[in-house]
């Protein structure tokens, strides 16, 4: 009778421990399948991100958004959204990229670092809770290049003014008055006494057909007089669509970084570049408007600008 109750308590610990192992095999198998779905997750969300950016770079607008399929096409699904995916939460935000005088990526606070805004970086992450109630999360981040994009120069503005349709690379639709192009490769504000400029010009650009689907950015080169607090560069756009060759209807107004919005008081301002506004995606033709500030003696100079387009 002993040897019974000795061989069923050893028989116990036996299946209890065989039990507990089941469970343990078990539950690392189920972690390790939904491991493998949340790094699917990931996969899938690289691979919208990238289709988005090929797509239209100034898409990438967001801090935080939730990506969805729209037909055969990704989609970011606005400000602040997440993804839930049966068990599984998908967060992706986004971060501007800053570089140093070589071109790598550095901290933002890093001495001598500035803005690409041809770049963003993104992050992705799943997180999950298992069966035994463990949170789990992975990450993965990206940096989305806007390496497929175009782009217009205008680099010399000698040619003069009267030229509504691009065709001659220095010419230009109209100025103010204020604008001196005599100088190639640059345009400043014009002295209009001895020794004193105007202390304001402004310069209209050719329409340009640049055939695009979307807008990146705009970029120039500038030479702002050290210790002009009055001196600055600002810069707006208006486009159009194509119609048989020529533009049709321009923007109602002269637009900023807010996009046709209504009004004319915002302005691209940083010459590191700003990304243009969805709003003039679908628009093949564009133009630009430059409006130089100055002090009576000392002038902002303009020596290059890009516009990049896909």
Known sequence: MVEIVIALAIFAILAAAFSALLLVSFNLLLRSQQTVRAEGLISEAVAALQSIRNR???????????????????????????????????????????????????????????????????????????????????????????????????SDWQGGDGQDIYAVANQYYSDDGNIEIS???????????????????????????????????????????????????????????DATGSPGTWSATWCGPDGEDGDESDYFEASNGELIHLDHNGDEWIRYKVILSGSSSQSPTLEEINIYYQ
């Not at 140093?100 to 992705?124: F, M």
């Not at 970029?219 to 560069?233: A, K, L, Q, S």
């Open 183 to 241: 100088v190639g490769g640059e345009i400043s504000l014009k002295v209009v006494s001895t020794s004193t400029y105007a202390t304001g010009g402004e310069l209209i650009s050719s329409a340009v057909n640049t055939s695009a689907r979307a807008y990146s950015a705009i970029i120039w080169i500038e030479d702002i007089p050290g210790g002009c607090t009055e001196c600055d560069i600002k810069i707006q756009i208006k486009t159009a669509p």
């Open 56 to 154: 239209a770079y100034n898409e990438l607008i967001f801090s935080r958004s939730a990506i969805s399929l729209s037909g055969n096409q990704w989609q970011l699904m606005g400000e602040g959204t997440t993804g839930q995916i049966d068990r599984f939460t998908r967060l992706i935000d986004f971060f501007s990229v800053y570089r140093d005088l070589s071109g790598e990526i550095v901290a933002s606070t890093t001495p001598g670092a500035s803005l690409d805004i041809q770049s963003r970086e993104a992050s992705i992450v799943i997180n999950w809770t298992t069966e035994l109630n463990k949170d789990i999360s992975i990450e993965r981040r990206i940096c989305l290049n806007n390496y497929l994009s175009s782009w217009w120069q205008q």
